[in-house]
């Protein structure tokens, strides 16, 4: 069964970093593509940043180099190191098998995680 379980967010002030994991099973994160998605209150899914065989992709309208995203084979998990957080980034994280998008573009949502918030303010 597939499932994604997302983790690590929480309240922090702005500049400050965060790191969101992704315990993945049913899959293999090493050979498959993967996503990060986040949504805020009011507004559409945006894509933030895939991995695959491919390499990685990142959406640079506001991300701008502050986030990484990485995965490990070994404990099959996926990971967003979030850096010089900003107000704007807060919302609700999600990872999903997938290039991110393609699954908005698309509407799917059936192998997305169940979110973990990120709040960034002072």
């Known amino acids: 069964q597939v499932q994604l379980v997302e983790s690590g967010g929480g309240l922090v002030q702005p500049g400050g970093s965060l790191r969101l994991s992704c315990a993945v099973s049913?899959?293999?994160?090493?050979?498959?593509?993967l996503s990060w998605i986040r949504q805020a209150p009011g507004k559409g899914p945006e894509w933030v940043s895939s991995i695959s065989i491919s390499g990685i992709k990142t959406n640079n309208d506001f991300v701008k180099g502050r986030f990484t995203i990485s995965r490990d084979g070994t404990k099959n998990t996926l990971t967003l190191q979030m850096d010089m957080l900003k107000p704007e980034d807060t919302a609700l994280y999600y990872c999903a098998k997938g290039l991110g998008w393609n699954l908005i573009s698309t509407g799917e949502r059936t192998h997305w995680g169940q979110g973990t918030q990120v709040t960034v303010s002072s």
């Open positions: 049913g899959f293999k994160v090493s050979t498959s593509s």
